[in-house]
């Protein structure tokens, strides 16, 4: 069922126009958001409250992307990146993304592989079972992100998530004992194999 709802995705997206890409998109993440925060805050928003706000985000990350690059490398000079940009050159861009659903005990895990001139390349859905903590079900999300990638054969990408902990775990040099720190443990290793794989803080 839940490939068939996956191929179904992929083919109505397939015959869309890039307006309607993007439309369609950020009001399923509008949902997405929705149901987390109703999940994790008790707030909720009726469904025109809902596909306004998720419009407005679009727009604003569509404008974002015109800012002159030289002043955004300036501001952002020595720092995470905390704005979504393509890739360098003949790398891929993996986007991570992580869902908790406490009902169920399970982690929703979500990447997006992009190409560098900003064009769609893959996408992956999955749930795991089990609860978890959120930097440690972050942690998890980049696990399987790069055992996907590396499964695709990709040799150049960068990993990006919302997780500053889990990223400076990963690119830091401390190892704990705790589970957070055997899932970092299992990255660490994963990256070192593939020297051209790197991971990243984004907003």
């Known amino acids: 069922m839940q490939n068939r709802s996956l191929?179904?995705?992929?083919?109505?997206?397939?015959?869309?126009?890039?307006?309607?890409?993007?439309d369609?998109?950020?009001?399923l993440w509008g949902i997405w958001r929705q149901r987390n925060d109703k999940v994790w805050n008790g707030t909720s928003k009726d469904v025109p409250t809902t596909i306004?706000?998720?419009?407005e985000y679009l727009y604003d990350w569509l404008g974002a992307k015109k800012f002159n690059r030289t002043m955004l490398e300036h501001h952002t000079r020595d720092k995470p990146c905390q704005i979504w940009h393509k890739p360098?050159?003949?790398?891929?861009?993996?986007?991570?993304?992580?869902?908790?659903?406490?009902?169920?005990q399970k982690i929703g895990l979500g990447c997006v592989v992009r190409n560098d001139d900003d064009s769609f390349f893959r996408a992956r859905t999955c749930a795991i079972n089990g609860v978890a903590g959120v930097k440690e079900g972050k942690a998890i999300g980049i696990l399987e992100a790069l055992l996907w990638v590396q499964s695709l054969g990709l040799k150049k990408v960068c990993f990006e998530l919302d997780a500053k902990v889990v990223m400076e775990a990963i690119n830091g040099s401390n190892i704990g004992v705790f589970e957070f720190s055997f899932i970092v443990r299992k990255c660490k290793d994963l990256i070192r194999s593939e020297q051209d794989f790197s991971i990243n803080f984004v907003r």
């Open 88 to 104: 360098a050159r003949s790398f891929a861009k993996c986007n991570v993304y992580a869902a908790f659903i406490p009902e169920e």
């Open 24 to 27: 369609y998109c950020i009001i």
């Open 7 to 22: 191929e179904l995705f992929f083919h109505l997206l397939a015959n869309m126009d890039e307006y309607m890409r993007g």
């Open 52 to 55: 306004r706000f998720a419009r």
